[in-house]
């Protein structure tokens, strides 16, 4: 569990997955070859080691784990519907993805997906007799029904007669992809934005930057004008400065201003 992963008793600031499964099914299974793969590809991966009903509400610190992942992974397997850990979980994930447009990533592991959107067949029967058990708390029935008729409705695998190996590099090879893209943009924004510089003033409508091997050496950037206040990031982003710029020190550049 170490450096890219997380258990239940180390919970980190961010994760880039959440596995929610029923461990029953799959913990020492499919969800611990996915766990395992994840972790050898260095993706920080929440998996809850301790995968026991201590209460009947999901923990704080579970909520923060799902609220700060990127991807939430629905394993969905024949025993998953009799939870209601496994299905509250579910609820939270939703109200994650609505909410913070986080991705949700179901796996249909042994179950039809059109079993689990309409809770009929063994996985209908299992939900069934969690129903059943809740009958006084009917409001919270109706929740975990209508998570499992969205996560249904999301695309995913149907893990049914697929080679297990193949299809967890699937997986891993996805996730990897969008999280590739994902740092990409994030490394450009954070390269670009530079808080607390002032803005350029409306006088000067352009500026002219030298090439990418003057500024490396320069020491300084003289901007002359009427005011007193300039702002890179908006120099940076114009559509007339080369892509290969995005690639410069900003913060090694000192701009100076005078009149």
């Keep these: 569990m170490a450096a890219p992963s997380s258990s239940s008793s180390s919970f980190q600031t ?16 499919f969800t611990a070859h996915l766990y395992e793969a994840l972790c050898s ?7 809850d080691a301790d995968k026991i009903l201590k209460g009947e509400e999901i923990s704080p ?20 519907a009799s939870s ?17 447009k986080q991705t949700v990533l179901p796996i249909f592991y042994g179950v039809n997906p059109s079993d689990v959107r309409e809770q009929r067949g063994r996985f209908g029967k299992a939900f069934a007799r969690l129903e059943k058990k809740f009958k006084e708390k009917m409001e919270r029935v109706q929740k975990w ?38 740092r990409s ?3 450009v924004e954070e ?25 490396n050496e320069a020491e300084e950037i003289e901007i002359r004008g009427k005011a007193s206040r300039v702002e890179l990031p908006d120099i940076l982003i114009s559509p007339s400065i080369d892509d290969d710029l995005l690639d410069l020190d900003i913060h090694s550049c000192l701009v100076r201003w005078t009149q």
């Design 14 to 29: 961010r994760y880039d997955v959440f596995l929610n499964f029923r461990g029953k099914d799959t913990r020492n299974g």
């Design 41 to 47: 590809k260095e993706i920080q991966t929440f998996m």
């Design 61 to 80: 610190a579970l909520v923060t784990a799902m609220d700060k992942s990127m991807f939430c992974v629905v394993v969905l397997s024949k025993n998953y």
């Design 84 to 100: 209601p850990w496994c299905l509250d979980e579910l609820v939270q994930i939703l109200i994650c993805k609505n909410d913070k």
């Design 145 to 182: 029904k209508q998570a499992l008729t969205d996560v249904a409705n999301i695309s995913g695998w149907d893990a049914r007669n697929r080679h297990e190996p193949t299809l967890i590099k699937e997986i891993i090879e996805h996730i990897s992809s969008r999280l590739i893209n994902n």
């Design 185 to 187: 943009k994030v490394d």
């Design 191 to 215: 390269r670009i934005s530079l808080p607390d510089i002032p803005t350029l003033p409306a006088e000067i409508s352009e500026f002219q930057l030298p090439s990418k091997r003057k500024i």
